[in-house]
């Protein structure tokens, strides 16, 4: 059995007793069965006097959306902000209104971004770094920096004056709160975050700030539109810029950015015309919640997955440790060697084993959904009890239950990506309540879903894809193709 604990527990988690043991892939903790009862007995006697964490499920979209208000309306002193990505979306802009009005009362305000997937128009980046935001981007593209292009930075959470954190599947954009208003997806999103307050946000900030401070990250790069140009007379020197250049440039980038500043002046009072979110219900969203005595925190390390255990190395152990069932909801199922043994083990231990994940008339990744298509049988017949999402929506939630006593919501998927390249995090309550509401919670989800034969077929279904065009399987067919020759990528 595996066990690792890379986050902070709210209880003690007992004296490291870890004996690692790297393989040539994963170099994964190995502690015996017995050391782990001494490590968890040791966790579960520590005084009850430890103060407990506020663990609160957010399903609804209404509620997701308007707690990331609330965060930044109540922020006192820091709003650090990662997103896998973002653009012009309209809601993106509300959201980045009221972090510029979060900055002009004195707050701190840090927005973390993948640097491939920033799409955020450069007028408004340069207009909230005039505002005092800083803005910085993961393994951003550079020609003369290529290293690391394929690593993503996946991340999405809020941390809000280290007592408050938000995390889960979602970005900033409307689809993720099941809309496509205004917006470049055509699919809205089925997705969960969840709320915590208290110890785990130790280890969470800690995290944020050293990938802050890291060499995989830089400030975001502007050219014309970076502020030093629209802040100087082109008479000083701005950065070795030419005078006739600078002369060019100059009212061009100032007109750009005041258009972006009154883009956001227009969204900061659209919040009080009613919509998706509003501005001042300041809602406590602590209140009336379940405080739960043991949550960790889980990490990928700050550089090169796979030099030390990180969230996918956690999600191995908890399935190790499963002795009745898991739940796994992911909006992509793709097995590695590792989690494929992983799987198979616990069921021949006899543990049920649950997926939901997309079907193909649910999806709009063809390239992911390719890579699953072609092993979907093969992990039928292992003994997975598979179920497809039938839709509208394209289900985007990233959770599991082990044993129906813990929960596990974060931003990985169960696929190759998530296992080696892209940053990914997760939280996990050691609590049964919880977790019979996060169960719940996917039931409901499952109510809407296929069941997957031993043919790989829809059950009750004539057709293999039903409610699919034959344009889309005949994409569906050409991905297929090609992801076991990119699977890594997937």
């Keep these: 059995m595996r066990l690792i604990l890379t986050g902070l527990s709210n209880q003690q988690q007992g004296s490291n007793m870890t004996r690692i043991r790297w393989g040539k892939t994963l170099r994964r903790a190995t502690i015996s069965f017995s050391l782990v009862v001494q490590t968890l007995v040791a966790v579960l006697s520590f005084s009850t006097t430890v103060a407990a964490d506020v663990f609160r499920i957010m399903d609804l979209d209404q509620e997701a959306a308007q707690i990331r208000v609330d965060m930044i309306q109540l922020a006192r002193e820091e709003i650090l902000l990662a997103v896998h990505r973002a653009s012009d979306d309209e809601l993106v802009l509300s959201y980045l209104a009221l972090l510029r009005g979060a900055a002009r009362r004195g707050v701190k305000v840090r927005i973390l971004i993948d640097g491939v997937f920033n799409e955020l128009s450069k007028p408004i980046q340069a207009h909230l770094l005039c505002e005092g935001i800083e803005i910085k981007e993961y393994h951003p593209v550079r020609l003369t920096k290529l290293r690391g292009i394929t690593q993503r930075y996946h991340d999405k959470v809020i941390l809000v004056d280290r007592k408050k954190m938000l995390i889960g599947g979602r970005n900033l954009e409307y689809p993720f709160f099941g809309s496509t208003k205004k917006s470049y997806v055509k699919k809205a999103y089925v997705d969960r975050d969840v709320y915590v307050e208290g110890r785990t946000l130790e280890p969470a900030y800690d995290y944020f700030m050293r990938l802050w401070q890291s060499d995989e990250v830089a400030p975001v790069a502007l050219g014309a539109y970076d502020p030093g140009t629209t802040r ?186 998530s296992e080696f390249l892209n940053t990914e995090l997760a939280v996990a309550a050691h609590d049964a309540a919880v977790a019979r509401e996060l169960r719940l919670s996917m039931d409901a989800h499952l109510a809407n879903a296929w069941l997957i034969g031993r043919d790989g077929m829809a059950a009750g279904e004539s057709r293999r894809f039903p409610n699919v065009s034959t344009g889309k399987i005949i994409k569906l067919r050409f991905f297929q193709m090609i992801a076991p020759l990119v699977k890594k990528q997937l």
Aim: hydrophobic share 40%; charged share 25%.
């Design 232 to 417: 100087q007379d082109c008479d000083d020197s701005i950065d070795g810029m030419p005078y006739e250049r600078c002369m060019e440039l100059r009212p061009r980038t100032l007109c750009q950015v005041g258009k972006a500043e009154a883009v956001l002046d227009r969204r900061w009072s659209a919040l009080d015309s009613g919509g998706l979110i509003h501005r001042n219900p300041n809602i406590d969203w602590s209140v009336g919640q379940r405080e739960v005595a043991d949550v960790r925190f889980f990490h990928d390390p700050v550089g090169r997955k796979g030099i030390d255990p990180g969230t996918f190395e956690a999600f191995l152990d908890y399935v190790d440790s499963a002795k009745a069932s898991i739940t796994i909801e992911s909006p992509y199922f793709i097995l590695s060697k590792n989690s494929s043994k992983a799987l198979a083990q616990a069921i021949v231990r006899g543990v049920r084993v649950r997926v939901l994940t997309n079907s193909l008339a649910s999806t709009q990744n063809l390239f992911a959904q390719g890579g699953y298509e072609g092993e979907k049988a093969q992990l039928v017949q292992m003994g997975i009890e598979i179920w497809e999402y039938k839709g509208p929506k394209m289900l985007h939630a990233k959770s599991i239950v082990i044993d129906d006593e813990i929960a596990i919501i974060g931003n990985f998927n169960i696929d190759p990506r």
